[in-house]
């Protein structure tokens, strides 16, 4: 039923801007399979009812190729505050390009700027129009690259800590038999009362995943091992879920474009945490997907990457553990928008006294970058 706030008809989407910026990272990074030296963010801003909402993924210029080519045409004059039905068609069009990959990253951006219209058209938080769950969302400093130097690595995770943030995350796994070295490194900069995680990004084999998760847990309390396996191995997740430490949470499901792949994910008991990304998994419509999905099978839920679009929803949902706080994307989000939440004893509070997500794209800071 169309809303009779906007007449009856609801509210025409107008037209979608679509712009793609590339920032150089402030030093080289990498990971435990993976490295680079720059961050490609596509914005997405959506105009319909005299207000524009504001979206955006991290992902290759293609996909911001993709949303003018095909996406905007189909959300193009529909029902705004219809966001479920929008996301429907985009997912609909896709379908002989494939699900995952820079479809679906394509998709977040754009329903995500939906979603922040949406809120804005009825001049409430994004986490108000959600249902909120609670007042704010507990973080995790994450960064710690496998390319830092030992005083970098130290100064990073110790910075988190003097922040208040209780929990700080680092890569492992591009060098594995340095890695319980640096591990102890971390441990000595934070202090014993501060979590650390670890994350591997599939690095490891099955055994060398179960050999440092003992070495990890027994000597530096590390409670967190993101990735130990590829996230594609599903039964090697689940060996090391079943028989590491006890004290241990084994994480994955960034990689996650589609509730299909999450279910998989949980249906072979690979984690004791799932993650999902609503900067790839079709938005924050699939970010709540993917929740409800975990609250079915009785599991937490973090969200990866990208703090300042998941403050909101990661506020909306009952099962929800924390957010990852990551150096690129928290760098990138206060340099090309107002509104970026600072943390508050070692968590994000959605400030509810501004509209959607809370957000004002700074273009002209942005220009710079742009490709």
């Known amino acids: 039923m ?16 679509v712009s793609a910026y590339t920032v150089p990272t402030d030093s080289p990074e990498a990971d435990g399979t993976y490295s680079w030296d720059k961050t490609t963010i596509v914005i997405v801003e959506a105009y319909g009812g005299n207000k524009k909402g504001l979206g955006y993924t991290y992902a290759d210029t293609a996909t911001a190729t993709l949303i003018k080519t095909l996406l905007t045409n189909v959300v193009k004059g529909r029902d705004v505050l219809d966001v479920p039905g929008c996301w429907m068609a985009m997912v609909e069009a896709i379908r002989n390009l494939g699900r995952p990959g820079i479809s679906s990253m394509a998709i977040s951006a754009v329903d995500a700027a939906l979603w922040d219209l949406k809120a804005r058209l009825f001049d409430t938080a994004l986490v108000t129009l959600l249902g909120a769950m609670r007042e704010q969302a507990p973080i995790y400093g994450s960064g710690g690259f496998t390319t830092y130097t030992k005083e970098q690595l130290q100064s990073q995770l110790r910075g988190w800590v ?9 890569k492992i796994g591009t060098h594995p038999e340095q890695d ?17 995680f670890v994350d591997a990004n599939g690095a490891y084999s099955r055994k060398e995943a179960l050999a440092f998760a003992d ?59 799932l993650q999902a990304d609503a900067t790839r998994c079709a938005g924050i419509t699939g970010f709540m997907h993917t929740a409800a999905l975990c609250q079915a099978h009785n599991m937490p839920l973090s969200s990866h990457c990208g703090p300042s679009i998941h403050v909101h929803p990661a506020c909306s949902v009952p099962n929800f ?29 959605p400030d509810r006294s501004r509209p959607g997500m809370g957000l004002e794209f700074k273009r002209a800071d942005a220009e710079k970058y742009a490709v």
């Open 2 to 17: 169309a809303s009779t706030r906007f007449g009856g008809n609801g509210v025409t989407l107008e037209r979608l801007d």
């Open 162 to 170: 003097e922040q208040g943030i209780p929990r700080v995350k680092m």
């Open 180 to 196: 319980p070295k640096r591990v102890a490194e971390a441990r000595k900069a934070i202090g014993p009362n501060t979590e650390l």
């Open 215 to 273: 070495i990890f847990a027994s000597e530096y309390g590390v409670t967190w091992f993101e990735e130990p396996v590829s996230s594609d191995d599903l039964h090697g997740l689940h060996l090391i879920r079943d028989r590491g430490p006890a004290g241990m949470d084994i994480a994955a499901g960034e990689y996650g474009y589609s509730s299909l792949y999450f279910k998989r994910m949980l249906d072979a008991q690979a984690v004791d945490v």
């Open 321 to 349: 553990r924390h957010m990852e706080y990551f150096h690129d994307h928290v760098r990138i989000e206060h340099m090309f928008f107002d509104g970026v939440l600072n943390p508050i004893e070692g968590a994000l509070r």
